[in-house]
């Protein structure tokens, strides 16, 4: 009798430790919910998005093309429609992106004129839609922030907009005056005269996904 008793003692036993392995492997196999992040149709993070300028200079104004590489979204960039998700867009663009397809000039830019101005490692600005063809930027360069007007349009999924931007207005003349100093030569035209402009044409083209 007490084998009988014994052995139905360890069966019990046995019985009650394989089922607590048999919970412990279901629970083990339990895997965490995978979180999706969900996006807007209308991404700035997600979509294709170029900067490109234009300076001059010679006294015949002779262009010089440029673009920036990098731009980081600081706020806002999404929405349900393009406009929505252009406006109240917050930006920042590392000068140290320039690229002129001269490394060179590059340098020169970075040193002679982004490097002569207050606190602009970065320019900064906020984008606000105003109608179906006009924005404007809250534009901060040389710890200056000023509205940049600009004309947009919208063909497809391809937001385009246009501006010409005076640096005077952020108070950057020492810095056009200090470009031009590095680049006296090169900035002479055929009247002998050394010449940097002011002024830049700045174009934009945000193709979303």
């Known amino acids: 009798m007490k084998s009988i008793l014994t052995l139905m003692s360890l069966s019990l036993l046995v019985f009650q430790f ?3 392995k048999s919970e412990e492997k279901k629970d083990e196999k339990k895997e965490t919910p995978v979180v ?5 149709p209308y991404s700035l993070k997600n979509a294709e998005n170029n ?3 234009v300076a001059y200079k ?3 104004k002779v262009p010089v093309k440029g673009s920036f590489k990098e731009i980081e979204l600081l706020k806002g960039g999404e929405g349900n429609s393009i406009k929505e998700a252009i406006n109240g867009t917050e930006f920042k663009i590392p000068v140290s992106s320039i690229e002129t397809k001269d490394n060179g000039r590059n340098l020169k830019i970075r040193k002679f004129f982004f490097g002569v101005m207050e606190n602009t490692i970065s320019l900064t600005g906020k984008l606000m839609i105003e109608n179906d063809s006009m924005g404007s930027a809250s534009f901060t360069m040389n710890s200056v922030t000023e509205k940049l007007p600009f004309k947009y349009s919208i ?3 391809t937001f385009t907009m246009n501006t010409i931007m005076d ?3 952020w108070n950057a003349k020492n810095a056009v005056d200090s470009l031009n100093v590095a680049c006296k030569d090169l900035h002479k035209g055929a009247d002998g005269v050394s010449k940097t402009w002011s ?3 700045i174009n934009a083209v945000c193709t979303f996904k």
């Open 167 to 169: 640096i005077d207005k």
């Open 18 to 20: 394989t089922s607590c």
């Open 155 to 157: 063909n497809g999924k």
């Open 199 to 201: 002024e830049v044409a």
């Open 58 to 60: 010679t006294t015949e």
């Open 36 to 40: 999706v992040e969900k996006t807007a």
């Open 51 to 53: 900067i490109n300028f």
